[in-house]
């Protein structure tokens, strides 16, 4: 943690003035950077995670649609998905993607998310993310939810059945035989991202990718934990 305070000190300099917010917010806005504990800072922080790991994501499926077609590309994002969602977790805090209708039974939302996601559905609901904490406060976790819509790309892999490559739909049938995700049309709900992360403890973090610190940084600066197998 010697390293990690190292880099608060270069990346943030002083405290910003802390602000009280309430327990569920739904500002669509920019979220402010706030102090110490503050679920502000915490919203910034997860909001750039999900851009870090959302930017990483569709660079990698993007390389692979030009390097062999879809059908390939859907592949790599089986293989790689869950390494960049790993790759982007770190001092307690991950970033994963759900949906009602998923691909991959992996990606099924439990009860918290299903209502968030319904949230999101709801046409009254106007905002691009929720927060909240949740837990006893011993354990308490902040938990971010970022709705994904669907765009003209996304109907590559998630459109008609009808419209789909060939190839891409056999691999489908084959690697995802329980896949709810195609019949998806631009605008549509397809899912949320959700990131989670200890309630005030995972602060240190937090300040560093409120400003903007790659998650492969943090990742470096962290010591490993001890081997175990050592100890006499």
Request: glycine share 6%; proline share 6%.
């Amino acid at each position: 943690m010697k390293t990690i305070a190292c880099l608060l000190i270069i990346f943030l300099g002083l405290d910003g003035c802390k602000s009280e917010s309430p327990e569920l917010k739904t500002n669509a806005n920019e979220p402010t950077l706030a102090a110490a504990g503050d679920e502000q800072l915490f919203t910034q922080a997860a909001g750039n995670l999900v851009t870090q790991f959302r930017n990483q994501l569709q660079s990698t499926l993007l390389g692979a649609i030009n390097e062999n077609g879809t059908a390939y590309a859907l592949q790599i994002c089986q293989m790689r998905a869950p390494e960049i969602a790993a790759a982007h977790s770190v001092e307690g805090w991950t970033v994963k993607r759900v949906s009602n209708q998923w691909r991959s039974v992996a990606d099924k939302p439990d009860s918290t998310e299903k209502a968030m996601l319904e949230r999101f559905a709801d046409p009254s609901t106007k905002n691009d993310f929720l927060v909240q904490t949740a837990g006893p406060d011993s354990a308490r976790t902040f938990q971010y939810y970022e709705k994904i819509m669907v765009k003209d790309m996304c109907l590559q892999c998630h459109g008609d059945i009808q419209t789909v490559d060939q190839d891409l739909w056999k691999f489908i049938k084959i690697n995802y035989p329980y896949d709810k995700a195609t019949g998806y049309k631009v605008g549509d709900l397809r899912g949320m991202y959700v990131v989670e992360a200890p309630f005030p403890s995972g602060e240190d973090v937090a300040r560093l990718l409120a400003q903007g610190v790659e998650v492969s940084e943090i990742s470096a600066a962290t010591p490993p934990p001890p081997d175990s197998s050592s100890a006499k």
